[in-house]
């Protein structure tokens, strides 16, 4: 059920209409038409820019089409009237009884707000991602969130989503990993030990040193690199990954792969990708331009393998290989994504820190060129989150040595609410996390307030049920009623467009705005007793009442799902 593009498909029909009668010529493209709330709701419920859009190519005036199409869609019962505004919009207003049905439909509909959108495309989705050096920290908290939410969001939606979690353990900073656990290895044997600059500080090490220490012994004491630096890299990065994965259960955040960076490496899938473009004729030899502005110490202009990005809209040309023969971080990054695409997804998203942001042009065009630019690659990057707590930044992990933890941020204020609080802005805008207000009871907490509108809801079905009533036919009589109805009937056109445009955070501010409608109906309910959903003498009433606030639960329900956040029947 979905009450705009039901409204939509009356307003495509009538243009139809329009055209059989020969008042439009034929062969127009309606795809643009539109139907969706006014921007000042004194204007009506819904409005098409239909006038608008096809004047041009229909050769008419707009408003001669607003006029001859107000006429058709009056003639439908749910159209209350169809006013022509301006040069040719067309402002609508529905029925009372529309809204009611819209309600008793959410209920009759357990899928409600579900659509066939994404029509089973397979779209991965892949986030976090964080080198396996240590727990994860406040800016992978972020993108867990949000990765997982967008992953939920088009499953929803109607795509065949895999969450998947790229380990980068193929690079030099899992050999610092295994120097820094070897130290505290040293340290399980009653060593001193020293942490030089590079190598990792953090206590969380401690208890993987005394592991190694249980699993081996002595064996690796006193012994030179090239006896352990293998296996304690090995042990290591295991261990580093168990704790990545406790800190994302401890989110509620599951992924369905983890795909190893180091199994691209000596088994001939790096070359393959090469090859692939390559054959394509996009690989050569040539020297860089010198980049802009000063010029680093140590450039100077030699040969290197190319990767022709350029081709594909990146600025400038990107080496996949090093003079000396190695590849560059560029080139396990293209086999990668290269393995996505013969795995068959229609569509790739990556979810990168804000830092990550000159890493998209020449990922999009490896991506295009892989997939014939049959395979589309949405990169969403993260901005940085800042976190205060008694009005003052928050302070660092101890444990962590040098950052706030994922962890820290879970156990001051709980899975649920570090997510929503997460979503609270677009993914490219920096986040203001502060601790106080996440846990504040009020308006101005948007977890606090989606939450409370919930458990509402259920407090009002528990005393329903008391006195042996079920919701049943809405009624719906009075403006605030009206308000709440309307944003219920947003739900299914909100999820497509927040899916289409991957962006989760828009289910927050819905949510945060239907709670609104139905905080305020509670409110005037206090004053004007009719409102109240509840009146023990009258059954009958209480039962046509209470639809409304379970349509509302339905839907705050789904809309948390979405996000992760596990929705309360009661406030404690």
């Known amino acids: 059920m979905n009450l705009f593009a039901d409204i939509r498909s009356l ?81 609508l207003r529905l029925e009372p009884g529309v809204w009611a049905a819209l309600v008793e439909g959410v209920l009759a509909d357990p899928e409600y707000g579900t659509s066939d959108m994404g029509q089973g495309q397979k779209v991965n989705v892949e986030y976090v991602s964080a080198n396996p050096t240590g727990p994860l920290h406040v800016g992978h908290t972020r993108g867990a969130v949000f990765g997982d939410a967008l992953a939920s969001l088009l499953a929803y939606a109607g795509h065949d989503v895999t969450r998947e979690y790229y380990i980068n353990d193929g690079g030099a900073q899992v050999d610092v990993l295994a120097r820094s656990v070897y130290l505290r290895y040293l340290e399980a044997h009653g060593q001193e030990v020293a942490f030089e600059d590079g190598t990792y500080p953090g206590d969380y090490l401690i208890e993987v040193g005394e592991a190694l220490k249980a699993k081996v012994g002595d064996a690796f004491v006193g012994k030179g690199e090239q006896f352990w630096l293998e296996d304690v890299r090995d042990f290591a990065t295991d261990a580093m990954l168990d704790l990545i994965r406790a800190d994302l259960k401890a989110l509620g955040v599951e992924m369905d792969v983890f795909f190893s960076e180091k199994s691209l490496y000596g088994t001939g899938r790096i070359e393959a990708a090469i090859e692939d473009l390559r054959g394509k004729g996009l690989i050569y030899k040539g020297t860089l331009e010198p980049p802009k502005g000063k010029l680093p110490e140590d450039w100077e202009p030699r040969e290197q393998t190319l990767f022709k990005s350029t081709d594909y809209g990146d600025d400038v040309d990107r080496p996949i290989m090093k003079s000396d023969g190695a590849w560059t971080y560029f080139a396990p990054d293209i086999a990668y994504h290269y393995d996505k695409v013969t795995r068959g997804f229609d569509q790739l998203i990556d979810v990168f820190g804000a830092d990550h942001g000159g890493y998209v042009k020449r990922m999009k065009a490896a991506v295009a060129a892989l997939s014939d630019n049959k395979v589309p690659l949405d990169i969403k990057l993260t901005q940085l989150v800042k976190l205060y707590k008694n009005g003052e930044p928050f302070k660092m992990s101890k444990r962590a040595g040098t950052f706030v933890t994922l962890r820290d941020v879970v156990d001051e204020v709980g899975p649920d609410v570090t997510r929503f609080i997460m979503l609270t802005r677009k993914n490219d805008a920096p986040l203001d996390f502060d601790f106080d207000k996440a846990l ?34 809405p009624s719906l ?25 991957h962006e989760p955070h828009r289910i927050a501010f819905y949510l945060y705005e239907l709670a609104s409608e139905f905080h305020a109906l509670w409110n005037k309910g206090n004053d004007h007793p009719e409102l109240r959903f509840l009146a023990e003498s009258d059954t009958q009433a209480t039962a046509a009442k209470i639809a409304l606030p379970k349509a509302v639960s339905v839907v705050i329900s789904a809309g948390l799902g979405i996000l992760g956040v596990t929705p309360l029947e009661e406030m404690r």
């Not at 820019?49 to 089409?65: E, F, H, Q, T, Y």
């Not at 308006?443 to 919701?471: C, I, T």
């Open 11 to 91: 307003v495509t029909a009538s243009l139809d209409a329009l055209v059989a009668e020969g008042a439009l010529p034929a062969g127009l493209d309606f795809a643009n038409v539109a139907v969706e709330p006014p921007r000042d709701a004194a204007h009506g419920d819904m409005a098409t820019n239909a006038a608008m859009v096809l004047a041009k190519p229909a050769g008419a005036k707009p408003r001669d089409i607003a006029d001859a199409l107000s006429a058709k869609l009056a003639a439908d019962d749910r159209i209350a009237s169809a006013d022509v505004a301006g040069p040719g919009f067309l402002n």
């Open 477 to 501: 009589t009075d403006e605030a009623e009206i308000k709440v109805a309307q944003k219920l009937a947003e739900w299914p056109r909100l999820v497509e467009i927040a899916a289409r445009t």
């Open 440 to 473: 504040e009871q009020s308006k101005d907490n948007p977890v606090f307030y989606v939450q409370y509108a919930n458990a509402r809801v259920h407090s009002v079905l528990r005393k329903a049920a008391d006195m042996g009533v079920e919701p049943g036919k």
